[in-house]
């Protein structure tokens, strides 16, 4: 296995020492202005149910935990070894009933629909092997009227870097809106793009309809 295909599997999913020790590193120091723009699009408030898939570290989880009373925020990774660090960074939120880091993947997890009032991933649209049908398992959790929002790095940046295209999937910002789009339930989708320094970050949003009210039938 090369250099490029090694860093790009441990991008994917983080496992053994060089997983806990060195990605989590790059993940808190590199995914740091995204989750920043991931949080100040979300915005945060009392009454939140927030999901985030691919937490990683868990380092957004824990800053929503921190700076929003009323809010209860979950995250979800694949990866072992960040579901640990996600744990153990987040120790007293988790005591406090105000976060939960799930084991496992999205598609998968067995909470029910309509759940949460917002749901977020930052980086991660890159390794989903099935996106169309990731997409429409998040919107499903989401409560009527809910935000999706997905964030990651523009592709033109993305093509300058030594990845294994075998494990990373890149996109533009008119593909990611495509797919959220062919999705169901999710609508008023726009995306907004942030520059720092040389790097260019998008956010896709997404708005799940609302359910209709019956007219005829309304007392």
């Excluded at 957004?60 to 809010?71: E, M």
């Excluded at 105000?98 to 759940?115: E, M, R, S, Y």
């Excluded at 940046?157 to 533009?172: A, G, H, I, N, P």
Aim: hydrophobic share 40%; net charge positive; charged share 20%.
């Amino acid at each position: 296995m090369n250099v490029t295909t090694f860093f790009s599997r441990q991008a994917r999913k983080p496992t053994g020492l060089f997983g806990r020790w060195i990605m989590s590193s790059i993940f808190d120091f590199g995914n740091a202005p995204l989750n920043r723009f991931v949080y100040s699009i979300m915005a945060p408030q009392a009454g939140d149910h927030i999901l985030d898939v691919g937490c990683g570290t868990g380092k957004l989880i824990g800053r929503i935990a921190r700076q929003t009373d009323g809010c209860v925020a979950e995250g979800i990774d694949f990866s072992a070894s960040m579901v640990a660090i996600a744990r153990r960074k987040n120790g007293k939120h988790i005591a406090a009933g105000k976060v939960c880091i799930h084991d496992g993947n999205v598609d998968h997890l067995q909470i029910p629909a309509g759940t949460f009032t917002k749901i977020c991933s930052v980086n991660t649209i890159y390794f989903w092997p099935a996106p169309e049908s990731t997409i429409k398992k998040m919107v499903q959790l989401l409560k009527p009227g809910g935000m999706l929002v997905l964030g990651y790095e523009d592709i033109a940046q993305l093509k300058k870097r030594r990845l294994d295209t075998e494990v990373f999937r890149l996109y533009s910002k008119d593909e990611v809106e495509k797919l959220v789009h062919n999705s169901e339930s999710a609508f008023d989708v726009t995306t907004q793009s942030m520059g720092i320094g040389l790097s260019v970050f998008h956010c896709t949003v997404a708005t799940k309809q609302k359910e209709q009210s019956d007219d005829c039938h309304a007392s």
